[in-house]
């Protein structure tokens, strides 16, 4: 009886919408992270650094008893995390400048393209990962050598899956390296071909300023809600203010003006003016024939 006191229908109700908004609340936290990957400017390169670099990080994270004792497995390992913790943070700190509007470096630069191409050549960061990327090949080839060599489980206090951790690790680290540079000119060409422009309204950028500052700036926070107050000139038609001043004609002593006949008069002053440059024009025609 209590619990069917305890259970009546407007308590499950309450019950039922507590429980679906907090659903509806982990569903959108959740889909407001996927649209932002998604949405980021450098989102295929981000993703697949991402994928391919997390694997590595926990076969040495494993591997990590045998590093104290000899083994070049777990050694090899662990200083592979190195690099593949420097590849997501740089993939990150790239995605996240391109992205970023009000960066002062980059006001300059409009497509996703051309920030990428600043980022990477007058990014002080950027050049140290450039460093990084080389010692990354380099210790790559060596963990290749090492296993081609059987040099991985020499120890005798190797971990017993350290052959299978090494084979995980440099397997994700060839692909990487390959399908990361891949990935990364397929995000610039998706950048070159989106049309997105990181123009910031002045307000946000200081004292960077764009030739369509002025057209752009009423637009840059309106409500959809709001109508656009809109100024539309209307022309309407002026009187005529002039007027052809017609000679006038005397009649008795006071004067008085007729427009017909002023008209007519100065209609057939031109008709004689038309008439007589009509009459030259055949003599002045002879003339240039002789």
């Excluded at 996927?34 to 991402?50: D, G």
């Excluded at 008893?65 to 662990?78: D, E, I, P, V």
């Excluded at 990487?176 to 950048?191: D, P, V």
């Excluded at 049309?195 to 926070?221: C, L, T």
Aim: hydrophobic share 40%; aromatic share 10%.
């Amino acid at each position: 009886y209590t619990l069917r006191t305890l259970f009546t229908p407007r308590v499950r109700l309450i019950m039922a919408a507590i429980l679906c908004n907090g659903i509806k609340d982990i569903c959108y936290s959740s889909c407001q992270i996927y649209q932002s990957v998604c949405t980021a400017p450098l989102s295929c390169f981000l993703t697949i650094t991402i994928i391919l670099n997390v694997p590595p990080i926990i076969a040495g994270v494993q591997s990590v008893s045998g590093l104290f004792s000899g083994c070049k497995g777990s050694k090899w390992l662990t200083i592979n995390i190195f690099f593949s913790i420097a590849h997501i943070v740089a993939s990150l700190y790239l995605s996240k400048h391109v992205g970023r509007r009000d960066d002062p470096r980059l006001q300059h630069k409009l497509t996703t393209i051309g920030r990428a191409m600043h980022l990477l050549c007058y990014d002080q960061w950027m050049a140290v990962y450039i460093l990084v990327i080389l010692g990354f090949f380099i210790w790559l080839a060596t963990g290749i050598i090492w296993r081609g060599t059987g040099q991985i489980s020499d120890a005798d206090d190797c971990p017993e899956n350290i052959t299978s951790l090494v084979d995980t690790a440099v397997t994700c680290s060839s692909l990487f390296s390959s399908f990361g540079c891949t990935a990364f000119f397929l995000s610039l060409c998706c950048g070159l071909c989106d049309g997105r422009d990181y123009y910031e309204s002045e307000e946000h950028q200081g004292n960077f300023s764009s030739p369509y500052a002025d057209a752009s700036a009423p637009y840059a926070k309106h409500d959809p809600e709001v109508p656009i107050a809109t100024s539309v000139a209307v022309v309407q038609p002026t009187p005529n203010t002039t007027s052809a001043v017609l000679p006038t004609e005397k009649q008795g002593s006071e004067g008085t003006t007729s427009p017909l006949k002023s008209a007519s008069a100065i209609a057939s002053n031109v008709g004689s003016k038309i008439g007589s440059m009509l009459k030259r024009e055949p003599k002045l025609k002879e003339a240039q024939i002789f």
